[in-house]
């Protein structure tokens, strides 16, 4: 089963026993960023100079990016200078809610509701087939533990675990210092083919720049 790379962070993030997300903050960021980079990798969006257009309006047949792909092309249409940046901010609160719609229609995540204190509704996503995040993990650690050469897509992804200090959920098990490294190598690299490399940057400097003025406001 082929997944978008806002689901493979997604999955990273959630609980596979409680459904609970972590690092729920940053893991929206990738997410919205994930859903970008792959519109950037099917060729429907360039990412230059920190700017944002749509180059091919033409739908990928993933419903998920589809959606994405429409609202950034009328979100762009009318603006002088559509920032990343922007519409990271923009996104990131929604994105990973379409993406978790998206798993749970795949079958790869049960949805449950419930009220916390008899009061709040809560809904978590606890797995229901394992095995899209067996491959990924495994995947993960032939690139990042063992050596492995990435091809474009798993750079992205771990580019943008990186960019949004998602080691954690990456690999639980191993200590941050032996994979930090390892991460940003591949992030900053050659993998990648020139657009890819382009856009994976201006994402990572959109995310610094959204997550200084998040933290900023928040100590205000």
């Known amino acids: 089963m082929t997944v978008t790379l806002a689901e493979e962070i997604m999955l990273l993030s959630l609980d596979d026993e409680s459904g609970a997300a972590k690092d729920k903050a940053s893991a929206a960021w990738a997410v919205a960023g994930g859903i970008l980079l792959d519109l950037a990798l099917a060729g429907r969006v360039a990412v230059a100079d920190k700017r944002l257009r749509t180059v091919d309006p033409t739908p990928t047949d993933v419903p998920l990016l589809d959606e994405r792909l429409r609202k950034i092309t009328d979100w762009s249409a009318n603006r002088r200078s559509a920032k990343v940046a922007a519409w990271l901010t923009k996104d990131q609160s929604k994105a990973p809610r379409a993406t978790l719609d998206s798993l749970v229609s795949r079958g790869l995540v049960a949805e449950e509701r419930r009220h916390a204190l008899g009061i709040f509704p809560v809904r978590r996503y606890p797995e229901a087939d ?21 091809d474009d897509r798993t750079t992205g992804l771990i580019a943008l675990l990186h960019g949004a200090k998602l080691h954690r959920i990456a690999f639980p098990d191993v200590p941050r210092k032996r994979v930090e490294a390892r991460m940003a190598q591949i992030a900053d690299g050659q993998w990648a083919g020139d657009g890819v490399r382009e856009a994976i940057r201006d994402m990572q400097a959109a995310m610094v720049t959204v997550t200084v003025v998040t933290l900023a406001a928040a100590a205000g």
Do not use: A, C, D, Y
Not at 130 to 150: A, D, F, K, N, Q
């Open 130 to 150: 394992g095995s899209v995040e067996r491959e990924l993990r495994g995947r993960l650690s032939g690139v990042v533990l063992h050596g492995g050469t990435p």
